[in-house]
């Protein structure tokens, strides 16, 4: 596998793959991987032949200084999953590669209200960071295609919305979310738990399941307070948000009792400090 730290070196190569008319598959992550980033790389070496995986913790896409600090990194690992992956090539850029010359300056984009609910109400600016790195990995790649998790669903349709608007050609891909077994979406942050959290997280993604199977029997204002109910019982959960959204692929809208079944149930829990998102589309 190929590792590049530096844009020239990337660009250099990727040009050279593009003349012999190689196609190219980008799956942009934080690192600390695990199978839920694994399944985008398995998928994009499936439909693309060159796959590049990008590991680079944002600093403008981190609305608080401690979370930034404590996100996990582990970049032997992350190189060693992603040979065993034989994935073709990794980009570990630094701040200074990524925003050339210190230039922080945040990508100005009207993203028509989709950046202004849930993550966008809890994390200030995040998507605003997130959409400006990705916008960046975006020209430096020139992808085909590029793979995004439905863990993360309302950044999937901001990349789709950005990549219009920005008139990519890219196609983003979205994939379904990996879970653990006992139900708890994969996320790096799940190495921050201690082995009491990690034991009551499945909670999260228990309830999820629960609001998918009684959504037909109970109004959305029903099924908001057994949520609320549930994560009250135990003090260690401090629910942030239990919210169901309807999507057109475009825009995200509040869900009424007529459409909730064609919807998604979004979540944001936290154990300590530590913030766990999940989603579920609540159609049977
Ligand atoms: P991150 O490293 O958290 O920024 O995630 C990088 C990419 O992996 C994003 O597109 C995420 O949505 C995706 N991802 C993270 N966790 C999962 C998961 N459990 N299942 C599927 N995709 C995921």
């Given amino acids: 596998?190929?590792?590049?730290?530096?844009?020239?070196?990337?660009?250099?190569?990727?040009?050279?793959?593009?003349?012999r008319s190689k196609t190219i598959g980008l799956v942009p992550?934080?690192?600390?991987?695990?199978?839920?980033?694994l399944s985008l790389i398995k998928r994009a070496k499936q439909e693309t032949d060159i796959t590049v995986c990008s590991i680079y913790v944002n600093p403008t896409q981190f609305n608080e200084q401690s979370d930034l600090e404590q996100y996990p990194k582990n970049e032997?690992?992350?190189?060693?999953?992603?040979?065993?992956?034989?994935?073709?090539?990794?980009?570990?850029?630094?701040?200074?590669?990524?925003?050339?010359?210190?230039?922080?300056?945040?990508?100005?984009?009207?993203?028509?209200?989709?950046?202004?609910?849930?993550?966008g109400i809890s994390r200030p600016g995040h998507f605003?960071?997130?959409?400006?790195?990705?916008?960046?990995?975006?020209?430096i790649v020139e992808p085909d295609r590029a793979y995004f998790g439905e863990k993360d669903y309302q950044q999937?349709?901001?990349?789709?919305?950005?990549?219009?608007?920005?008139?990519?050609?890219?196609?983003?891909?979205?994939?379904?979310i990996v879970r653990e077994e006992d139900g708890l979406a994969m996320s790096s942050r799940n190495k921050r738990l201690n082995k009491e959290e990690r034991e009551i997280a499945p909670l999260i993604g228990k309830v999820l399941k629960e609001v998918k199977e009684q959504v037909s029997q109970l109004t959305i204002d029903a099924l908001k307070d057994k949520v609320t109910l549930e994560f009250e019982k135990d003090p260690?959960?401090?629910?942030?948000?239990?919210?169901?959204?309807s999507d057109n692929g475009n825009v995200m809208t509040l869900s009424e009792e007529g459409n909730k079944e064609r919807s998604r149930a979004f979540i944001a829990v936290s154990l300590r400090n530590i913030r766990l998102i999940d989603n579920i589309s609540l159609k049977s």
């Fill in 29 to 37: 992550t934080m690192g600390a991987l695990h199978e839920g980033h």
């Fill in 76 to 119: 032997s690992e992350d190189i060693r999953l992603l040979e065993q992956e034989q994935c073709t090539a990794v980009f570990i850029p630094t701040t200074t590669e990524v925003y050339e010359k210190g230039n922080m300056d945040l990508l100005s984009i009207d993203l028509e209200g989709v950046d202004k609910v849930l993550e």
């Fill in 1 to 19: 596998m190929f590792i590049f730290r530096t844009r020239k070196e990337l660009k250099n190569y990727l040009s050279q793959e593009r003349k």
């Fill in 236 to 245: 260690r959960f401090k629910l942030d948000y239990f919210e169901i959204f």
């Fill in 128 to 139: 605003d960071g997130m959409v400006t790195v990705v916008h960046k990995l975006f020209k």
């Fill in 156 to 176: 999937l349709l901001i990349v789709k919305k950005m990549a219009k608007k920005m008139g990519f050609k890219t196609e983003i891909v979205g994939c379904p």
